[in-house]
């Protein structure tokens, strides 16, 4: 875990006060310097594509990662019926219908791909509906509310100073309880 953590902050230049006060008060819409690294879900695309950005494989970049690792990270928002009601099962129903017009990226395999998809947004429309990848949700999307908001906080004050680690990781690991979620399978 630690190597994780030293690893990303070497990656993104923790420490660096310039660097640190120019990420941590720059919009999040605000357009990324061409040649510059920025990691965006796919939900940012167009962002990236309208500064004159290229997609880069984060195997191109990260220290120990490939293209055949097996796995790959998604995250996603999810629909739960939480109190039966007709209008919650209409809902669903909705959701499900392959005929529903859905965001650009899905992993209903019954939905026809986005029209008008370049090149990378196919390529990940194939990764997500594909029945034999395992997906891995994102870390986050897998904590507890209290755990997934004191990492939050833990990245920034270790982007900010990165020389205070273990007190980090100390915060974090008291408030680590077991969890019993299924984060990686196929589709």
């Not at 923790?14 to 605000?30: H, I, M, P, S, W």
């Not at 998809?117 to 997500?128: N, P, S």
């Not at 870390?139 to 833990?154: E, K, L, N």
Request: glycine share 10%; aromatic share 6%; with cysteine.
């Amino acid at each position: 875990m630690r190597r994780a953590w030293t690893t990303w902050a070497g990656l993104v230049g923790a420490g660096d006060g310039a660097r640190v006060e120019q990420v941590l008060t720059t919009a999040f819409d605000a357009d990324c310097a061409p040649g510059s690294l920025e990691h965006q879900g796919s939900f940012r695309a167009g962002h990236w594509r309208q500064a004159g950005g290229d997609h880069i494989h984060s195997s191109a970049v990260v220290p120990g990662a490939g293209p055949d690792a097996g796995a790959w990270e998604v995250s996603g928002d999810l629909a739960a019926v939480l109190r039966p009601t007709p209008e919650a099962e209409q809902l669903i129903r909705y959701l499900a219908d392959p005929d529903t017009a859905l965001p650009e990226y899905t992993a209903n395999r019954a939905a026809a791909p986005a029209e008008g998809q370049d090149a990378t947004g196919r390529e990940i429309g194939t990764v997500l509906r594909d029945p034999g990848r395992a997906r891995c949700w994102d870390a986050s999307d897998a904590m507890p509310r209290t755990v997934r908001d004191a990492f939050h906080q833990a990245v920034l004050r270790h982007f900010a100073d990165p020389s205070d680690l273990d007190t980090r990781l100390e915060e974090l690991e008291r408030l680590r309880t077991p969890q019993n979620l299924p984060v990686c399978g196929p589709s």
